[in-house]
């Protein structure tokens, strides 16, 4: 299944130092910045066709998931809680609450990614089994 990412190589020396041909380091530097659709594969890298001949694979911490229009995420209540990616930081959400009409009750608010994963875990994440010795 594809998902919509945005390619954020913030260090090119770990690709620099694998990627013997210049052609093939010049297709990281010219998608770094740019959304595409890509393939997620099981093991979190992303193949990305960035032309009909030549694909990149991009490691987790190169890429960041994106969510370009406001998406339900759920309901609280009468109001409806919409997320969407912030368009002023790459590894952060926005998060507003509607009514069914759609009118704005709460104004966006952005959280960093990092942060909604770390709570998800902590309120719905599975316990690790204590280990007796």
């Known amino acids: 299944m ?10 090119f020396t770990h690709l620099t130092e694998n990627l ?3 052609e093939e380091l010049a297709l990281y530097e010219a998608a770094n910045g740019n959304t595409y659709d890509a393939e997620i594969e099981h093991d979190g ?16 911490g190169e890429y960041q998931l994106m969510i370009e229009e406001w998406t339900n995420a759920g309901q609280i209540g009468e109001w409806i809680l919409q997320t969407m990616s912030d368009p002023a930081d790459d590894k952060a959400l ?3 609450t509607v009514d069914k009409a759609g009118t704005e009750i709460q ?5 960093p ?3 909604v994963e770390l709570v998800a875990n902590t309120w719905f994440g599975k316990k690790a ?4 010795e």
Do not use: H
């Not at 594809?2 to 260090?11: F, N, P, W």
């Not at 960035?50 to 694979?57: M, P, R, W």
């Open 94 to 96: 926005l998060y507003r």
């Open 20 to 22: 013997n041909n210049p």
């Open 113 to 115: 990614k990092q942060v």
């Open 45 to 60: 890298y992303a193949i990305v066709d960035v032309t009909d001949e030549d694909y990149i694979e991009l490691a987790p």
């Open 2 to 11: 594809k998902k919509r990412i945005k390619v954020t190589i913030a260090d």
């Open 129 to 132: 089994k204590k280990i007796e």
């Open 107 to 111: 104004a966006p608010q952005s959280l």
